[in-house]
């Protein structure tokens, strides 16, 4: 973990990919990083690499180091290089392993026995009589969580490489195979993930000549990458429908197969079954939309394929001693398959299909780039130390997309288009190109070293780009960084031996964001509008063309302006090494689609409307330290990040964004002055202990409150005092963006032993539980419920429970800090143990190094918060917001690191 960039999976679903974040949220449209992989820019993250094909990765966080990426680096840049050949021998690697997953907690659900004593308790408090005779009688009844997961899923990995070379040529070649089921429904083959990768990296001396003056070395190489995914999923992080979502919700009581089968299916044909035959039960509408998870979990899901190839090559010419000129070409080709089909079922009134269907989807997308550098590198005297560089590059995206659906499928073992007897002409097909995206740069950059002791660096950077006018298209992004290496100073010279280095570091630059999709400066025309055409208003409608969303000529680029400044100490021979840095990081001209009245129609065009501001702290320690044959290190990072959206662009200042359960509200919104997103609520302030506490709680003209409330109740805050307790008294109440982020690394070694650990931790972070429909007052509860207030003095926080939806009149279960906890956590991510087997025992078999080990991932996690995971990064903003989010697996498996 590198300080300044958080790294979370966006679930814990086989598959899902990270969410990576370089100092803070930088803009409202997209804060993704640039990724360079060898040279290219590719889209849609790094997971298609296989992680064992990577040499290292860089992280550019600052405007000064990622302006040469100008266009493209105002979220940060992190650069990807994979592991190259080298001189010497052919050596073959294989490394495997394979391991188990479970669930690192499962959530605590209310099993029969206590969901009846509740119902009972809720109808009870309401007046009526209770619905179950005997709740005791249910016993455990049916845990749906536990009957959804898949225990022990298997997850291997297999990679194999060769590498080589000699002083002409290297070579390395590599290939893998990783398979991953999912904790929730992998059994079931509904989320699961595989990968195949085949990599080829190659580098070529033509000729070396350093004797001569003019035209001394050239150097050629290649890289190209293939990966195939295939991956099913599921619905995560959802209350509506999803499998986990109904796993949460559904009661106890009910059961998980039929009771009376022959009953069910005289009704209700199309019943799901399992593999024996047996008819899953039916969930009644009293659950909302919300089926038996398990039987959705027999039902077919969608395949979807990903096929990646990213390709690159450059040469190098060194023309005369210090002066290179170097051209690269890439290109980038993702495919994306989506194939699916349904047949007919009933669930429920809200899930059924009395047809069946199959459809099919494919996207391509392509990109390609062009670079071409100057640099040269020379000195004046024995001090002046300069590298001159110029550069150009142009950069191209383009895609299309077909999708064809037909209608009754002949035989569901043989799920095809051409497999239906649905008329040819009366299946649906649509599909078009993307429109392209160019970006043409041009860039210089002049370093000066004087003696190691003064270093200066100016970048500058002119970009076009076809997402803006003519007018508008081109943009200069500059930046500068000096550096002063203190202890290099004459007047240093006496310092103490232990005092090895200290260097003090600015800059300042400016980089550019154009990620708002091809020519968004204006609108395409769409044929959807419908009027009246002929004389006296006698012709049929016609379809009629109209744009399809305003337009904005004046739509230029978003703007970061970063500020850093920082100090590198080095002390004891550098076994302690540290870093502080503090950043000023203003986004300006946000690319957000503009706020206009709702009855001008049509889409909202795309302007610079709003403004960002990220600033904070960082530090990286690290001790290490060789004792004879035992060596450990032990480092730690931290950021500390204030987000605040300084304009949004729209009259208001505000805009609300998440709605969940229907009548719950608004939780989640964008204010000015305010973190983006944060939560949004009532203020409470404990619970009504008695119903004359409840009658005294007025306004200064002694008017009731909350009118409705009785003992038990939630009590809100009027906060702003105008004697009414209504929206206006919605405040922030939390916010999903941690304070401070930390990481921990642990190493250690003993002749053959090797011992790591990774630790992450957040803090200052909240998390919004969203996971009760509380507009269904039958769901199941998580019995953290079971603290809720039953008479006086019983709580302070959890309201009495009512069969009415969300908590009757007084609106108890209304979105407020009720359901807002702490979320930060510590979570030992990873925890390794290997054994090198000594050489002497492995060259008997021609083996040069044999390592094998045990590994352990999320092996434990301290948290206040009660929910499945405090890690909850969908993003947007839904930040922090648990509707039942997928969790991350506790993994535990062995492997074996073989090289020849």
């Known amino acids: ?28 449209n997209d804060s993704n990083p640039l990724y360079i992989v060898d040279g290219m820019p590719v889209t849609g993250g790094i997971e298609y690499i296989n992680p064992a094909d990577i040499e290292s990765v860089e992280v550019l966080k600052d405007a000064a180091s990622a302006a ?85 899923a298997p997850v291997v990995d297999h990679q194999l490489s060769v590498t080589g070379g000699n002083a002409k040529m290297n070579y390395f070649l590599s290939g893998s195979y990783f398979y991953q089921e999912g904790i929730i429904g992998g059994n079931y083959n509904h989320s699961n993930y595989s990968r195949v990768t085949l990599r080829a990296n190659n580098n070529y001396t033509v000729f070396d000549h350093k004797d001569r003056s003019f035209l001394q070395t050239l150097r050629l190489g290649t890289n190209i990458t293939y990966s195939h995914d ?68 027999h039902q077919p899901t969608d395949d979807y394929f990903q096929d990646k190839i990213v390709a690159g090559g450059y040469a190098e010419l060194e023309i005369i001693r210090g002066l290179k000129l170097k051209s690269s070409v890439g290109a980038d080709l993702l495919i994306i398959k989506d194939d699916g089909y349904s047949i007919p079922f009933y669930m429920n009134s809200n ?97 000066y070293n004087y003696g190691e002791r003064y270093m200066l660096e100016l970048t500058g950077r002119v970009d076009g780009s076809s997402n803006f006018s003519p007018a508008n298209k081109w943009a200069f992004f500059p930046s500068a960084s000096i550096g002063w290496n203190i202890t290099n100073e004459p007047f240093m010279a006496g310092r103490p031996q232990w005092f090895e280095r200290a260097k003090l570091r600015v800059s300042y630059g400016v980089n550019g964001n154009q990620n708002i999709g091809s020519f968004a400066y204006t609108s395409m025309m769409q044929g959807i509008a419908g009027y009246m055409l002929g004389v006296d208003n006698m012709t049929a409608i016609a379809p009629g063309i109209i744009p399809r969303a305003y337009s904005n000529a004046d739509l230029k680029w978003e703007e970061s302006s970063q500020f850093d400044a920082g100090i590198d100490i080095g002390l004891w021979n550098n076994q302690l090494s540290l870093s502080l840095d503090y950043y000023d990081k203003r986004t300006n001209g946000m690319l957000m689609t503009m706020s206009l009245p709702a009855y001008i129609g049509n889409n909202l065009p795309w302007g610079n409307v709003g403004n960002m501001k990220n600033s904070g702290f960082e530090f990286d320690i690290t001790w290490k330290q060789q004792l004879g044959d035992f060596g450990y290190s032990i480092g730690a990072n931290g950021s500390y990040n204030k987000n605040v959206l300084i304009k949004l662009g729209n009259e208001t200042g505000y805009q609300n964004y998440d709605a969940v359960h229907g009548t719950l509200g608004t939780i989640s919104r964008a204010e000015n002055g305010e973190p983006f997103p944060f939560f949004w609520g009532y203020k409470t302030d404990g619970l009504f202990q008695s119903d004359v506490e409840a009658m ?141 087997l000594p050489e002497r025992w492995t060259r008997k078999a021609l083996i040069s190094k044999l390592r094998v080990y045990l590994n352990a991932e999320n092996l434990f996690t301290l948290t206040s918060y009660h929910g499945m995971d405090p890690e909850i990064s969908s993003g947007g903003t839904s930040l922090g917001i648990d509707k039942g989010v997928y969790p991350q697996a506790r993994t535990l498996s062995a492997g074996i690191n073989l090289t020849f």
């Open 351 to 447: 899930h059924q299909s009395d047809g069946s269907e199959v459809w099919s989807t494919i996207s391509r997308g392509f990109s390609w780039q062009v670079e071409n550098t100057l640099s040269y590198a020379f000195t004046l005297g024995n001090a002046h130390n300069f590298t001159a560089l110029l550069g150009q590059s142009a950069y191209s995206h383009s895609g299309a997309y077909v999708s064809g659906t037909s209608y009754k499928i002949r035989n569901v073992e043989q799920p095809y288009i051409d497999a239906t007897d649905q008329d040819s002409n009366m299946r649906s097909a649509s599909g078009s190109p993307d429109p392209y995206s160019r970006l043409a740069s041009f860039f210089a950059r002049l370093s």
């Open 696 to 836: 005294a709680y007025v306004n200064k003209d002694g008017e009731r409150l909350q009118p409705y409330a009785s003992a038990g109740d939630v009590k809100f805050v009027d906060v702003n005092g105008d004697g009414v307790i209504d929206d206006e008294d919605r405040v922030k109440i939390g916010k999903g963006q941690p304070d401070w982020t930390f990481g921990i690394n642990l190493s250690a070694s003993w002749k053959g032993i090797d011992l790591s650990a990774n630790f992450y931790s957040a803090l200052g972070c909240d998390i919004f539980d969203a996971t009760r429909r509380a507009d269904y007052p039958l769901v199941n509860m998580q019995t953290y419920v079971l603290g809720r207030w039953t008479g006086p003095g019983t709580s302070n926080r959890l309201p009495k429970l009512t069969a009415e939806a969300d908590g009757g009149k007084n609106q108890n279960w209304r979105s407020s800090d009720l359901m807002v906890y702490d979320g930060s956590f510590l979570r030992l991510r990873n925890l390794t143990l290997g054994y090198t």
């Open 68 to 152: 040469i990426y100008g266009a493209r680096g105002a979220n940060g840049v992190i650069l990807v290089t994979t592991r190259q050949g080298s001189d010497g021998k052919g050596t073959i690697s294989y490394n495997g392993s394979f391991g188990i997953q479970n669930p690192w907690r499962m959530p605590s659900v209310l099993n029969a026995t206590q969901y009846a004593l509740i119902m009972n308790e809720m109808n009870m408090n309401m007046g009526q009589a209770p619905v179950y005779d005997d709740p005791y009688s249910y016993g455990e009844g049916t845990n749906w969580v536990k009957a959804v997961m898949n225990p022990n």
């Open 1 to 28: 973990m590198v300080s300044g960039v958080t790294i979370t999976p966006s679930s814990g679903q086989p598959g899902s990919g990270t969410r990576v974040r370089v100092r803070g949220i930088g803009t409202i």
């Open 230 to 297: 295939n991956s099913k999923s599921i619905n995560a992080n959802s209350e509506y429908g999803s499998v986990l979502g109904c796993a949460l919700s559904l009661s106890p009581i009910l059961p998980l197969y039929a009771e009376d089968p022959e009953a069910l299916l005289a009704e209700h044909p199309t019943a799901i079954r399992d593999s024996e035959g047996r008819p899953f039960s039916i969930v009644g509408d009293q659950f909302a939309a919300m089926p038996n998870p398990v039987a959705m979990l």
